[in-house]
């Protein structure tokens, strides 16, 4: 069994920043990509980032400059370090852990952006 649990949403204006992080615990394997989703209402979730255990990343497009994802492997925790935030950033940020064909879900952090 997997658990994700994410922490640092919330309030900010436009133009600030929010770090945002995911603990996984239980069987976590070595090899496994770790990353965040968002959803608004009434749309898809959609990719923000991923890291891979290798190191490999990747970004939305509407994201690449601003945000950064990054992984302590030794503490099964990813980071979303997230700048320059615009209003159409607002959006429920799940963590994903993707392993053994199998994928996990955080239970969603609110972030809002204020114009």
């Known amino acids: 069994q997997v658990h994700l649990v994410e922490s640092g949403g919330g309030l900010v204006q436009a133009g600030g920043s929010l770090r945002l992080s995911c603990e996984a615990s239980g069987s976590i394997f070595s090899i496994n990509v770790m990353g965040w989703y968002r959803q608004t209402p009434g749309k898809q979730r959609e990719l923000v980032a991923y890291d891979t255990s290798g190191g490999d990343t990747t970004y939305a497009d509407s994201v690449k400059g601003r945000f950064t994802i990054s992984r302590d492997n030794a503490k099964n925790t990813v980071y979303l370090q997230m700048n320059s935030l615009k209003p159409e950033d607002t959006a429920v940020y799940y963590c994903?852990?993707?392993?053994?064909?199998?994928?996990?879900w955080g239970q969603g952090t609110q972030v809002t952006v204020s114009s």
């Open positions: 994903n852990l993707y392993q053994g064909l199998s994928a996990y």
